[in-house]
């Protein structure tokens, strides 16, 4: 028998969970997503992407800019069986929780308990994860501490950028969260605790997070600029504005006695800069007002970048 569930998620992630949902041939009785917000340059007002594909389906979409006792009463009439969140954006009151039958599941990316928080998938990348995945768990009043029913893993390349992680974890976590709701279904579920060792936390990025500071290792500079793209971006601040490293390459040769921070060499892919271990060859860069340029492209319109002088 199919499950009667409430999704409730706001961003393009959330987006093929909801569509596995229903694609597995499971009703969803009602989509909960975030209000619509102004976007782009003629801030026109557009429903998040998991509204819009609610709304796109023929389903009941809600947007309660906070929820009450009206939403809690929406959602108890619709008796669901279950209620699976992804990115939602909003910590549910524990009554929320409780409403279904099976109650609530959540959609984490990541290896539980690591990363727990706003930021998984960056913040993985940022500190040079090799393997990461999603974890389908039970929701609990904790931040992100409740059992876990299915774990999916996978490796992260040496150049993945955040948002290509981003992409491939969606549609991993579509794919184990079907496979969970199969369970739940069949009456086989089975949850574990998360283990206490191991707890570390994704604080949500800010734009200073992209900042970075040239006495890092080549390999931590790499990896910020991967776990920052494509938001909020890595940068460095110059006189006339920051200039924003999109790509880069780490190498492990830097000149003798060369001070980090320092052009040590134009190579055929861009301007390779002395890191406090290691350099770092910026492939694709874009100066402040400009367009986003390859490395070597760069190095031919900008003759203030000589060999020797200070990035």
């Known amino acids: 028998m199919a499950l009667?569930?409430?999704f409730m998620?706001?961003?393009?992630?959330?987006?093929?969970?909801?569509?596995?949902?229903?694609?597995?041939?499971?009703?969803?009785?009602?989509?909960?997503?975030?209000?619509?917000?102004?976007v782009g340059r003629g801030q026109i007002e557009r429903p998040p992407p998991?509204?819009?594909?609610g709304l796109t389906r023929g389903l009941p979409v809600y947007q309660w800019p906070r929820l009450s006792d009206e939403s809690y009463?929406?959602?108890?009439?619709?008796?669901?069986?279950?209620?699976?969140?992804?990115?939602y954006g909003k910590i549910l009151p524990q009554r929320y929780l409780d409403l279904p039958v099976h109650g609530s599941l959540n959609v984490h990316a990541s290896l539980l308990p690591r990363w727990r928080g706003a930021a998984p998938i960056q913040w993985a990348v940022i500190e040079g994860d090799t393997r990461t995945g999603v974890c389908i768990m039970r929701m609990e009043a904790g931040l992100d501490t409740g059992p876990v029913a299915r774990t999916?893993?996978?490796?992260?390349?040496?150049?993945?950028?955040?948002?290509?992680?981003?992409?491939?974890?969606?549609?991993l976590g579509a794919e184990?969260?079907?496979?969970?709701?199969?369970?739940?279904?069949?009456?086989?579920?089975?949850?574990?605790?998360q283990p206490e060792a191991g707890v570390t936390y994704a604080a949500r990025l800010e734009k200073t997070h992209g900042l970075l500071d040239w006495t890092w290792t080549a390999k931590r500079l790499h990896d910020r600029v991967r776990g920052t793209s494509p938001w909020p971006g890595a940068y460095v601040e110059r006189a006339e504005g920051p200039l924003k490293i999109l790509e880069s390459r780490p190498c492990p040769e830097t000149a003798p006695d060369a001070v980090p921070g320092t052009i040590v060499a134009h190579e055929n892919d861009g301007p390779r800069i002395a890191c406090g271990a290691g350099s770092l060859v910026l492939t694709r860069l874009q100066r402040a007002g400009r367009k986003a340029v390859a490395g070597a492209d760069f190095l031919r319109g900008a003759p203030d970048f000589p060999v020797g002088g200070h990035l």
């Open 4 to 6: 009667r569930v409430v």
């Open 152 to 171: 999916a893993m996978t490796a992260i390349g040496p150049d993945e950028t955040a948002g290509a992680l981003h992409d491939r974890l969606s549609l």
């Open 9 to 38: 998620g706001t961003p393009e992630f959330a987006v093929p969970c909801l569509n596995a949902i229903i694609e597995a041939g499971h009703e969803v009785v009602a989509v909960v997503s975030q209000p619509s917000k102004p």
């Open 176 to 193: 184990a969260l079907v496979e969970t709701l199969a369970d739940v279904e069949a009456g086989r579920v089975r949850f574990e605790s």
């Open 73 to 87: 009463g929406v959602l108890r009439a619709l008796a669901p069986d279950l209620c699976v969140v992804v990115a």
């Open 50 to 53: 998991v509204a819009e594909a």
